[in-house]
């Protein structure tokens, strides 16, 4: 039994609990000490995910004083965005944007969570919690309970700290296959590129394919790809490798490489809701408990906006007592990753498997000369070149009306001529 009692438990080690820890102690560093980490797995740990870490995410590691420095990684400067055989290719802007192994990098995170004065406890799984008069008691699946006032659910898709509080998700859980081969350096079409494909819903699922530049665990040049998109259920798991193969022979260079034989490894995946629960009474929820972004499937941005939220709700809830946390669907909804989330949410509820896609129809066509279109703002933001608020303003909406204008009458004849054709 651990008599100490903590101002906050967090439940799992991975980038959301480690960034909350982190931006308590960077705020308040007299909480060293009064921080208890409890995560079930030894680090480093392997995590399934393309690797991708946006320039915004970089940015806010740099701003808590966060180094990066020996992390290996693979510096990259642009997207290629796919839709059957139309493509654009934006580029970033800054060199803030990488890929790199998620173990790597989640270890990282989690030594400077102990380095700053957090108690990280590895090998801890947690068995359940539950809220007493004056706080929250956590229990281990050995039996030994710990203390806190505050209790943080930062224990990811799988996890269950919504579950123990009665506050079940209400994102839509996909599954997501990833794989790694080696990669040819010489391949130019990913060398510094982040290719992502969003033909995949020809193939029945509104998802997208990636193909991202990467290191193996010996620091080899290796290609991180995947496929999103499938219902979390029996048999979606054929299904969406199939898909996979179909897509990537859009990309010969890349299907070159491919080996005689694929490892999947699947892996669950639950889209951002902004109106779910975010907190209850000394609980809150962080990172891949809200969800991830549902365009790019990044969960980084997620966990860092919403790690420094909550750091902020606690230190409030502390100082007034007030446990409630209500500020902290505000807060979410203003946060840095919202307006990259609303953005990309109104795309894939268009990229329903309409030929041709309306939103690559916008962003393929010619555009005004010295003029930006929704890709531009988009990719700007995305690697925080500009602040995710231009998405915002009345200058991002116009072109928006500009462009649909314009391209609007030769979509609705293309959907006309391909609805013929089909009948």
């Not at 079940?168 to 990669?183: A, D």
């Amino acid at each position: 039994m651990d008599t100490k009692k903590y101002k906050v438990v967090i439940v799992g080690g991975g980038p959301a609990g480690s960034l909350t820890a982190i931006s308590l102690l960077h705020l308040r560093p007299e909480l060293a000490g009064e921080i208890l980490l409890l995560e079930a797995k030894a680090f480093p740990r392997d995590k399934v995910c393309g690797g991708g870490v946006s320039g915004r995410v970089t940015a806010a590691l740099e701003s808590l004083g966060i180094s990066l420095e020996g992390l290996p990684r693979v510096p990259v400067s642009r997207f290629s965005v796919y839709f059957e055989k139309e493509i654009c290719n934006p580029v970033f802007g800054n060199d803030k944007c990488f890929v790199t192994r998620r173990s790597d990098f989640d270890d990282r995170l989690l030594n400077e969570a102990a380095a700053r004065g957090a108690e990280v406890r590895t090998h801890t799984p947690v068995a359940g919690a539950y809220r007493e008069s004056r706080g929250i008691t956590v229990v281990d699946r050995s039996g030994n309970t710990h203390h806190a006032d505050i209790l943080v659910g930062a224990d990811g898709v799988n996890g269950k700290s919504r579950v123990w509080f009665g506050a079940p998700h209400r994102g839509r859980k996909t599954l997501l296959l990833q794989t790694e081969f080696p990669r040819d350096p010489e391949c130019e079409s990913i060398d510094d590129c982040m290719l992502m494909d969003f033909s995949v819903p020809k193939y029945g699922f509104p998802g997208y394919a990636w193909f991202f530049p990467s290191l193996g665990e010996e620091g080899e040049p290796v290609v991180n790809a995947g496929i999103s998109g499938a219902p979390f259920s029996s048999g979606s798991y054929s299904l969406l490798k199939e898909a996979f193969l179909a897509t990537v022979k859009y990309h010969p260079e890349i299907e070159a490489m491919l080996p005689p034989r694929i490892h999947f490894k699947p892996y669950p995946e639950r889209e951002f809701f902004p109106f779910q629960s975010g907190a209850k009474e000394r609980v809150i929820f962080v990172g891949e408990q809200l969800g991830v972004d549902c365009f790019t499937g990044e969960g980084l941005g997620v966990c860092a906006d919403s790690a420094k939220a909550a750091a902020l709700e606690i230190i409030e809830a502390l100082a007034k007592e007030d446990f409630s946390f209500r500020g902290y669907g505000r807060r979410i909804r203003t946060a840095e990753f919202f307006p990259i989330y609303f953005v990309g949410k109104n795309y894939m509820l268009q990229n329903n498997g309409i030929q041709p896609n309306f939103y690559f129809a916008m962003v393929t066509r010619q555009k005004p000369l010295g003029k930006r279109n929704v890709v531009d703002y988009y990719t700007a933001a995305f690697s925080g070149k500009e602040p995710s608020t231009v998405l915002y303003t009345p200058k991002f909406w116009g072109m928006v009306v500009r462009d649909s204008a314009a391209v609007l009458p030769g979509w609705l004849r293309e959907i006309s001529g391909t609805s013929s054709s089909r009948r």
